[in-house]
Structures are given as structure tokens and as C-alpha cells.
T-cell receptor
Framework: GQNIDQPTEMTATEGAIVQINCTYQ??????LFWYQQHAGEAPTFLSY??LDGLEEKGRFSSFLSRSKGYSYLLLKELQMKDSASYLC??????????WGAGTKLIIKP | ETGVTQSPTHLIKTRGQQVTLRCSSQ?????VSWYQQALGQGPQFIFQ???????GRGNFPPRFSGLQFPNYSSELNVNALELDDSALYLC?????????????FGPGTRLTVL
């Protein structure tokens, strides 16, 4: 079956760094997406990885290891506005997104 | 702002009724996907349309159906509503079909079934 696993909740301090992990099992693989979702709002696109390695975009970076079925999202210099759920989604061989349940990130002052 | 709009924003229905949710995609986006998101869960794929034809379907019963129109708008219809259908319904548009294009989400419709 197809499955995405990510932690349910994480807590971090303002100004710090946090890493949110995601493991995936899909029928075929066409890339890994990270989305941010604030409570009551729609998901917004953060990153896309299809090749192994680290992609950096400002304070956010995303890493992929295809052989391990593993990705992480790294958030630096945390701000209070980063408090949100972070959704990992893998695209399968039919180009359909398989979503994790999301990691709720709580930022404390 | 993603350029994707949905209506209505909130809706209350009773069990057994039918509902139609609407989505307007970004201009030029030929693909629209619909998702159901229960509270505290990730989105669950309902189906996808590409150029007005269904292009893939998730594990949802036939009472969930859809349409896509040439003007980049689409509909999700749900018949015989059940209590478990209460959720946030999201549509997402993307440029192409069969390519790893980013999906841009609308703000969602919150459906409550009583």
C-alpha cells in the first residue's frame, strides 16, 4: 500500500532551527512536495524535490533520499508566523499526490 | 493568493441531501484536483480532471462526482450526504496532466452535515 509518515506535532523556540521528517512508500515516485497549512486555510506550496539532495529556499530547505524513501523540511530562524501544519506529499506513478496527515509545528517565544 | 477560488466558503446540509461545490482554477490551468480534508488529517484525493475528463480517482464512492468546464471552472457533487462527509473540501489547479506541476489550492469549502 501507499503510506506517508510524519510526526504529529513538534515544538520549537523562536529563532531556532527545526527539522520535520517524512518517510514515504508509494507505487512509483515522481517527487516529494512540502506544503504549509495555517489553521483553517488552504495548503500553500513550499518545495518540490525529485532528485536526491538538498534544495534551499530562503529560511526553508528540503532534502530527499530516494533510496531511503525519506525527506525532511528544515526551517531556520523560526518566526512565530511559522506556527502551522506542514504536509508532506509524495507523487506516485499515476501523478497523484499521496498526503501525510501533517506535522503541527508550535513555536514558543 | 493562488488565483484559485471556491464557493461557498461554508455550507450546512442535512443527511441525505445533495450538495454542489464550485471551483474556479487559475487561467490556463488544465488540471483540477479535488480533495477532502478531515480535521487534523491530510487531504484525501477524491478525483482529478484534465481537459474536462476524469483523469484519476481516489477511494471515494460513486456518489462523489465531478465536472470540469472549458472556462477553467469545475464542480464537485456529493449525493446522499452522510455525517462523515463533514470536512474541508479543497480544489487545486495545476498547469498540465501527467507532469509534476505544483498544485495551487483554493481556500476550501467547509461542509457540515447534520
Amino acid at each position: 500500500g501507499q503510506n506517508i509518515d510524519q510526526p504529529t506535532e513538534m515544538t520549537a523556540t523562536e529563532g531556532a532551527i527545526v527539522q520535520i521528517n517524512c518517510t514515504y512508500q508509494t507505487s512509483g515516485f515522481n517527487g516529494l512536495f512540502w506544503y504549509q497549512q495555517h489553521a483553517g486555510e488552504a495548503p500553500t506550496f513550499l518545495s518540490y524535490n525529485v532528485l536526491d539532495g538538498l534544495e534551499e529556499k530562503g529560511r526553508f530547505s528540503s532534502f530527499l533520499s530516494r533510496s531511503k524513501g525519506y525527506s525532511y523540511l528544515l526551517l531556520k530562524e523560526l518566526q512565530m508566523k511559522d506556527s502551522a501544519s506542514y504536509l508532506c506529499a509524495a507523487m506516485d506513478s499515476n501523478y497523484q499526490l499521496i498526503w501525510g496527515a501533517g506535522t503541527k509545528l508550535i513555536i514558543k517565544p | 493568493e493562488t488565483g484559485v477560488t471556491q464557493s461557498p466558503t461554508h455550507l450546512i446540509k442535512t443527511r441525505g441531501q445533495q450538495v454542489t461545490l464550485r471551483c474556479s482554477s487559475q487561467s490556463g490551468h488544465n488540471t483540477v484536483s479535488w480533495y477532502q480534508q478531515a480535521l487534523g488529517q491530510g487531504p484525501q484525493f477524491i478525483f482529478q480532471y484534465y481537459r474536462e475528463e476524469e483523469n484519476g480517482r481516489g477511494n471515494f464512492p460513486p456518489r462523489f462526482s465531478g465536472l470540469q468546464f472549458p472556462n477553467y471552472s469545475s464542480e464537485l457533487n456529493v449525493n446522499a450526504l452522510e455525517l462523515d462527509d463533514s470536512a474541508l473540501y479543497l480544489c487545486a489547479s495545476s498547469l498540465g496532466q501527467g507532469v509534476t506541476d505544483t498544485q495551487y489550492f483554493g481556500p476550501g469549502t467547509r461542509l457540515t452535515v447534520l
